[in-house]
Structures are given as structure tokens and as C-alpha cells.
T-cell receptor, first 112, second 116 residues
Framework: AQRVTQPEKLLSVFKGAPVELKCNYS??????LFWYVQYSRQRLQLLLR??SRESIKGFTADLNKGETSFHLKKPFAQEEDSAMYYC??????????????FGQGTTLQVKP | GAGVSQTPSNKVTEKGKYVELRCDPI?????LYWYRQSLGQGPEFLIY????????DSGLPNDRFFAVRPEGSVSTLKIQRTERGDSAVYLC??????????????FGQGTRLTVV
């Protein structure tokens, strides 16, 4: 079965603390993994994707195929990072439609 | 417009009525997706269009749901005989291509459908 699991509905940290949003997936094949973010009253937007291997707004995520995980990390949280974060996957290869399978989302709350 | 546009932003309808939700994708984007997001859940895939054709409608929950994209641009999601369980935010997304580079999906702001 294709599934994305985000075990935490809410993660609350203080400003300057490290953050790790967990994401595990189940997929038969080689998926592409994404993190999407939704700030308050804004639309869902792409934060980063594993094939880019880049850092966006200080966030990084490494695909661990052995543990089927794609955790999102940031060493020092900022108040403006407070948002809803969704982990998602898409299939790859011939016949892939690009549809996304999302996790349930984790609300990150960064307290001053 | 610069982004994906969805109308209306809010729709309240009575149980049993018919509704249409509109999506205007980014110009030039051939791939268009509809998702449904229920309260407290992540978005769930409904249907994918490549150009004018529905290439994957495996996410449509039942035959009350139907979507079209007649000219390969604007898409309309149609729900017949609405039920209270259809209440959700309906999201539309578009991307330049469905595979490979250029697959970043850009989302609209959603239509919040409430069936009373």
C-alpha cells in the first residue's frame, strides 16, 4: 500500500530550538518525496523535494530508503516557521501521473 | 493570473443539490489535479488531467463526482446529489508536466464546500 505517515499532529518548540518533523512512507518502487508547507491563510506551497538536495529557509530533509523516512529538520527554529507541514510522495518512472499522496500533516508551533 | 485560481472560495449548499467548482490553472500547465481535504487530514487525490483527458480518476469516491477540462485549461469539478460527507476543502493544482523536472505542483487557495 502507498502511504505517508506523519506521527505528530502538533510539534511545539521554542524559538532557537532544533526542529525535526517526522515522515515515514510506504511505497513499492522508488518514490519522489516532498515537503509542502501551508502558512496561516495562505495556499499550500512546495518547501523542498528530495531530488533537489537543497536547503530552503534553513530546512533540510534527507531520504533514508533503508528506514523509508524523509524527516524535515532545521537547527534553529524561527517564529515565522509556524505553519502546517505536509510530507508527500509521488511515483516515478513511466506511467507516473505526478499525483501526490499526502500525510496527515504536522502543525509546527514556534513559541517566542 | 500568476497562480492557480479557484472559484468560489466558499460554497454552502443544501443536501441533495448539485454544485460546480472551478479551477483556472497556471497558463501553459498541461497537468491538472483535484484533491479533497477533509478537516484534520492531508489532501487526498481525486482526479488528474493531462491536457483535456482525465488520465487518472481513481480517486473519485463515487459516480456523484465528475470533472471536465474541455479545452485543456479551465477545469470544473461537479458533484451531484451532495451529501453532508462531501463537506471539505477542494484543492486544485497544476504543473508544467507530470513527470521529471517541472513537476512542481502549484496549488490554488481551495474551495471550502459546506453541505447543510
Amino acid at each position: 500500500a502507498q502511504r505517508v505517515t506523519q506521527p505528530e499532529k502538533l510539534l511545539s518548540v521554542f524559538k532557537g530550538a532544533p526542529v525535526e518533523l517526522k515522515c515515514n512512507y510506504s511505497y513499492s518502487g522508488s518514490p519522489e518525496l516532498f515537503w509542502y508547507v501551508q502558512y496561516s491563510r495562505q495556499r499550500l506551497q512546495l518547501l523542498l523535494r528530495h531530488i533537489s538536495r537543497e536547503s530552503i529557509k534553513g530546512f533540510t530533509a534527507d531520504l533514508n530508503k533503508g528506514e523509508t523516512s524523509f524527516h524535515l529538520k532545521k537547527p534553529f527554529a524561527q517564529e515565522e516557521d509556524s505553519a502546517m507541514y505536509y510530507c508527500a510522495l509521488s511515483g516515478t518512472g513511466v506511467g507516473n501521473t505526478g499525483k501526490l499522496i499526502f500525510g496527515q500533516g504536522t502543525t509546527l508551533q514556534v513559541k517566542p | 493570473g500568476a497562480g492557480v485560481s479557484q472559484t468560489p472560495s466558499n460554497k454552502v449548499t443544501e443536501k441533495g443539490k448539485y454544485v460546480e467548482l472551478r479551477c483556472d490553472p497556471i497558463s501553459g500547465h498541461t497537468a491538472l489535479y483535484w484533491y479533497r481535504q477533509s478537516l484534520g487530514q492531508g489532501p487526498e487525490f481525486l482526479i488528474y488531467f493531462q491536457g483535456t483527458g482525465a488520465a487518472d480518476d481513481s480517486g473519485l469516491p463515487n459516480d456523484r463526482f465528475f470533472a471536465v477540462r474541455p479545452e485543456g485549461s479551465v477545469s470544473t469539478l461537479k458533484i451531484q446529489r451532495t451529501e453532508r460527507g462531501d463537506s471539505a476543502v477542494y484543492l486544485c493544482a497544476s504543473s508544467l508536466t507530470p513527470r521529471g523536472w517541472g513537476t512542481e505542483a502549484f496549488f490554488g487557495q481551495g474551495t471550502r464546500l459546506t453541505v447543510v
